[in-house]
């Protein structure tokens, strides 16, 4: 079958996700959704979708639509749902899933009420170079797993949406640690159940644009004995910078897919966009080559329309999303207690 897709948003994730459904077959983008027409019709002439509209409820409940993707703000992610929901359409969310594990729950809720299939788009574990490590882990290449320290950090969001703590649910460790989260989970299997975190969180930097964190680290202890460690930051500059470091008793694995891109050049003028939330575009440089296929968006995309062409459920659901969602939570518990909190799946 060819797929049927209506896309919710047209901002800096719906892009990434066309970047990835631009190389997957067996579908079309019937529609693209946002919340003013110059964007709706800007994005959609960009990337050929035939119809654009404002009308939330109207995109969703096409007849010519399968599957609705959820690259909207925070906020809206509920509210979407239960229009994809109402109108029995399969239903892809981007991360994190909710403001906190209430909405989280409400959403898997819905999708398992309706009987649609539901996909969790948390790309890190799509990453080609993160999908090599956990075969690595398959093989037996790197023994047991004791310990896992992954980073993601950059000077800030791009949207204005994103400092808004009452609209996001968080900052900083919201916004960036549900990708850690989900590759501790990954690498270590999800059979290892997360059992308690201690956090930190504290806005060092951004005083006039936010009142959430902008820096943050979480350590997560699981039922193996196994320990990850995230590391965020909304005041790092340079560039993205996303890594992850695996450590077993036979051996360790490491990806860097931003600072260690294959590509250095030099130049005296400007050389234009590099890579996201790059700070400069001149004297030494280091271009990602293909970002969206790097951070995993082309085998997300990929992965989700193959998985609804067969009536499959994904390999990432809501049920991720509200684990994720439910170790946040206890994150920034942890960040007023200053204690070890226990996370509530």
Known sequence: MTVQIALLGSGFVSELYM?????????????????????????????????????????????????????????????????????????VCTKPLGRNAVEAREMLGLVERAGVLHGYAETEVFSPAVMRVR???????????????????????????????????????????????????????????????????????????????????????????????????????????????????????????????PVHAFTLGAAGYLMEKANADSGWIFPVPDEARVYGFHEEMRHFVECVARGELPRETFHDGVAINAMMDAAYRSMKTRKWEPIEL
């Open 19 to 91: 970047q990835g459904l631009s190389e997957v077959r067996g579908h079309d983008v019937v529609v693209n959704y946002s919340r003013t027409a110059e964007r709706a019709r800007a994005f959609g002439e960009k990337w050929r979708i035939p119809a654009q509209t404002t009308d939330l409820k109207a995109a969703i409940q096409r007849d010519d639509v399968d599957l609705v993707i959820i690259g909207l703000p925070n906020e809206a992610h509920v509210e979407a749902t239960r229009l994809a929901t109402q109108a029995k359409k399969h239903v």
């Open 135 to 261: 075969k690595l882990i398959d093989d037996g290449t790197l023994g047991r797993l004791f310990s896992i320290r992954s980073r993601e950090a950059h000077s800030g969001p791009h949207a204005a949406h994103f400092w808004d703590a009452e609209r996001t649910g968080g900052g900083a460790l919201l916004d960036m640690g549900c990708h850690m989260f989900e590759a501790f989970r990954y690498f270590l299997g999800k059979d290892d159940r997360p059992v308690d975190v201690i956090a930190w969180g504290d806005r060092l930097v951004h005083h006039e644009k936010t009142t959430a964190e902008d820096n943050a680290i979480a350590m997560v202890r699981f039922q193996s004995g196994a320990i990850g460690v995230a590391e965020t930051s909304w005041a790092a500059l340079g560039g993205m910078d996303l890594r992850n470091e695996v450590y077993g008793e036979k051996g360790a694995a490491y990806t860097d897919v931003t600072r260690g891109t």
